[in-house]
């Protein structure tokens, strides 16, 4: 793979209750596990930034796919559920729901676009055969 662009980040302190910002000083959070699971609350939590990058870069592909249809989907919006459970082994994983609505196009078409962004936004590549990443189109 050629980076075209690359990110940096840096967590500090004690993990899921410890400090995250990106190098660029664009972002500075306080991270803090989550209420359910034993924490304060009182943070941002890694599954809470993954759910609002998934998306956004689902949209992006969803919006991709539509102009190379031809296929007006203004007013659109990707909405995204990060879970976080525990495995039988006494890990954890993650799985996702992610819920398109696009204004004005039939279910079946829109499902077709969502189908297709699924294929190629990256964070749907990346965790293909890794996690579950429920798909569906939702009226608005």
């Known amino acids: 793979m050629k980076a075209l662009y690359t990110a940096e980040a840096l ?15 664009s972002l500075d959070l ?4 989550p209420q359910e699971m034993g924490g304060s609350g009182d943070g941002a939590n890694p599954e809470q930034l993954f759910a609002l990058g998934y998306a956004a870069c689902y949209h992006s592909a969803l919006q991709a796919v539509a102009r190379q249809s031809k296929t007006d989907i203004s007013g659109s919006s990707v909405g995204s559920r990060v879970h976080i459970g525990s495995t039988d082994d006494g890990g954890f994983q993650l799985a996702v729901d992610l819920e398109v609505t696009i204004p ?6 829109a499902q077709q676009l969502a189908d297709q962004a699924h294929q ?20 608005d």
């Open 120 to 139: 190629v936004c990256p964070y749907s590549n990346a965790t293909r055969g890794n996690i579950e990443v429920n798909v569906s189109v939702v009226e």
């Open 11 to 25: 967590a500090t302190g004690a993990g899921r209750n410890g400090q995250a910002r990106l190098a660029d000083g």
């Open 104 to 109: 004005d196009l039939d279910h079946d078409a």
């Open 30 to 33: 306080g991270m803090a596990i």
